[in-house]
Structures are given as structure tokens and as C-alpha cells.
């Protein structure tokens, strides 16, 4: 009997195939070890696969679309719900095998190497600003121990460091300085590599077409352009902009019942890089529109009358988000919205 539909649990080394015919018959329920992944699924005639979506996920879908099988990469939290009782490998292939066939499924597209590349470099560069943080505020509470204080920042450590570098300095106890140095020097380090990852990033945004594209949105700059472009490999997968927003976390969560609709908080979900990223763009634009000379500045005040000023820089990142849709869906720059004539009379 011809197998139709594959579900496929991932793992390091043990693998789970449960597939079905057209009729939905199992035909097929086997463990795999890695090395045996290839032989199998060369040996099948073209069907869909469905994986749930992780660290390997994209590598694997590349390899069986080269064998010429369709393969489908799903969020695991759409397939927990066809999880029957009891939780073990063979159940979640049976569940992923029964949730790709699901007319309304939503799925993840497939990256290929140079954008996962690229977003390697990405949480390379994010891991180790992380770092230079932790040193920063290690170098702040030891210093503040004996009572030196910076101002707020990152730039205003300088002045810590100096105290720290200086070895004729008395204001510190030698033993301190011994065991502050190192810090300041893998402080540097990290400098240093953040800088070579943002110059490698920077060429890989000039290589790409999507990326230039983003580039020219307000608020959107070098890092988040490069982010999205690498991220979302087709953006006709979201049916809208609204979609891509709510991918991403900034659209309400609704607890809505009965016609009446309660909009909260944005639901955070999605990807906390790229909203991270988006939100802080919008916070820089922020003072742009206050002085009205930026795009949509009459709708950003408008807002701040009535909303802080933190909920509004979400706003202004939803409403970018689904800008950034637009601009990927279509192929075209960003282009600042004309008043008509009479509105600007």
C-alpha cells in the first residue's frame, strides 16, 4: 500500500515515521536511527511529510525536498493538540502525521542555509551583548561596593574602567583592581567581535534585495531590516499584515464571548527578537513624530494625548510590522503617504 502522508518526529539520534495511505490506514509505524533517515525516505515514492518546527527542522526539510517529497514544518504548539493520551515518540508522530493533513494548519516556511546563516549571526551578536551586560553591571557592583557610582549607560562606565586601568590610581585596593582587570578585558574582547558581527551583518543587508527594501520603512534600521528579511522566507504565508503583527506578539489578546469583544494586553507570542527590535525602533521615532517631522506624526500625537507613551511605541510597532508586510508582499520601497489636497489646505 502507497504511503500518502508522513508524520515525522525529530530527535538527535532516534527518529519516528508513523505514515499513512490515502485512506488513512497505517501502513507504517518504525523508529530510525539517524544514519537510516536517508536510505528510508529515498526509497519512498514522493508523498508530504509534516515535522514540527526546531533546531533541525529546516536542515531535514531541505534534504527531503531534494528527494522530491513535499514537507510541511508546523509550530508544536498546533500539534499538541492532536497528541492523544499518554506522551511518547510514537504518539507525536501519529499527531503530526494528523495535523498536517488539517485544511486549516497554519505552517512555517522552509529557510534556506544563507538565512539561517544569517540569523546566526544574529543571535551571535545578541548572546554577546547579553554578555557585555552582565560585565557591565558586574563592573558597576563592585565599583558601587567601594562607593563609585556611574551615571545611567553603557558609556558612562568608561569612567570606572579608567579608575580600574590606572595602576598608580589609590582610590581602589590593588586586590580590587586584580580582580576587576579581567572583566574590562573581555569587556574589550566582546567589543570588539559585536563590532566584526555588525560589519558582516551589514554586507550581508547589502546583498539583499528584501533587506534594502525594509531599510527604507521609519524606524526600521540595518538590524531589524536583516532580522525580518532572514526570518520570513515567503511572507505570503501571512494572508495579512494584521497576521504577520500577530505573529510577532503586538496585536491584543482577546477574551472575547457572547458579541462582545475584550481586547487586553498584546499577547507577546512569536518571535521576541524581531518585536524586541521593532519596539525599539519605534522608541526612537517616538520624538521624531512629536515634532512632527516624521511619517503619520498627526496619529502618533494623537494617541500620546490619549495613551503613555510606552504603549504607543507598541503601537507605532504593529503599525510598522504591517508596513514591513506590505513592503515584502509587493517588492516596492516604502513610500510616505500623500494627504490630499484638501486635508492639507
Same mark, same amino acid.
Given at each position: ?32 536511527? &539517524? ?10 515514492? +514522493?508523498?508530504? =511529510? ?24 508546523? +509550530? ?19 499527531? =503530526? ?13 522552509? #529557510? ?27 563592573? &558597576? ?16 562606565? #568608561? ?90 506578539? !503586538? ?17 507577546? #507570542?512569536?518571535?521576541?527578537? =524581531? ?35 510606552? !504603549? ?34
Amino acid at each position: 500500500m502507497q504511503i500518502t502522508t508522513i508524520g515525522l518526529d525529530l530527535a538527535k539520534n532516534v527518529f519516528q515515521v508513523h505514515g499513512v495511505d490515502a485512506e488513512g490506514t497505517v501502513v507504517v509505524r518504525r523508529k530510525l536511527r &539517524r544514519t537510516q533517515v536517508r536510505e528510508f525516505f529515498v526509497g519512498l515514492a +514522493p508523498c508530504l =511529510i509534516g515535522m514540527e518546527a526546531c533546531g533541525t527542522a529546516h536542515f531535514w526539510a531541505r534534504e527531503l525536498i531534494a528527494m522530491g517529497h513535499r514537507v510541511k514544518i508546523m +509550530p508544536p504548539s498546533y500539534v499538541k493538540a492532536y497528541v492523544r493520551r499518554g506522551k511518547n515518540d510514537a504518539a507525536d508522530a501519529a499527531a =503530526i502525521c494528523e495535523a498536517v493533513m488539517r485544511p486549516h494548519m497554519r505552517f512555517v516556511p522552509v #529557510k534556506t542555509e544563507e538565512q539561517q546563516a544569517a540569523l546566526m549571526l544574529h543571535k551571535t551578536r545578541e548572546l554577546l551583548v547579553r554578555q557585555q551586560t552582565m560585565l557591565i553591571n558586574a563592573i &558597576r557592583g563592585h565599583m558601587a561596593e567601594l562607593g563609585m557610582i556611574a551615571p545611567q549607560g553603557a558609556a558612562k562606565v #568608561k569612567d570606572l574602567i579608567a579608575v580600574i586601568q590606572e595602576s598608580e590610581d589609590q582610590s581602589i585596593p590593588a586586590l580590587a583592581r586584580a580582580a576587576l582587570q579581567p572583566l574590562v578585558r573581555q569587556l574589550h574582547t566582546l567589543d570588539e567581535q559585536v563590532e566584526i558581527l555588525d560589519r558582516e551583518i551589514k554586507a550581508w543587508h547589502k546583498t539583499n534585495e528584501t533587506g534594502r527594501r525594509l531599510a527604507t520603512i521609519p524606524g526600521v534600521g540595518i538590524l531589524t531590516a536583516s532580522a525580518i528579511a532572514a526570518t520570513v522566507p515567503d511572507p505570503s504565508f501571512f494572508k495579512s499584515g494584521r497576521e504577520f503583527a500577530a505573529w510577532l506578539g !503586538l496585536t491584543p489578546r482577546q477574551n472575547s464571548s457572547g458579541g462582545k469583544d475584550r481586547l487586553g494586553r498584546i499577547s507577546k #507570542k512569536g518571535n521576541t527578537y =524581531i518585536r524586541r527590535l521593532l519596539v525599539t525602533g519605534a522608541t526612537s521615532m517616538l520624538r521624531y513624530a512629536r515634532a512632527k517631522t516624521a511619517a503619520g506624526a498627526d496619529w502618533v500625537n494623537g494617541l500620546l494625548q490619549r495613551r503613555p507613551a510606552r !504603549l504607543v511605541t507598541v503601537a507605532m510597532a504593529n503599525k510598522t510590522a504591517r508596513i514591513a508586510w506590505a513592503v515584502m508582499v509587493k517588492g516596492e520601497n516604502f513610500r510616505v503617504p500623500v494627504r490630499p489636497m484638501t486635508e492639507a489646505a
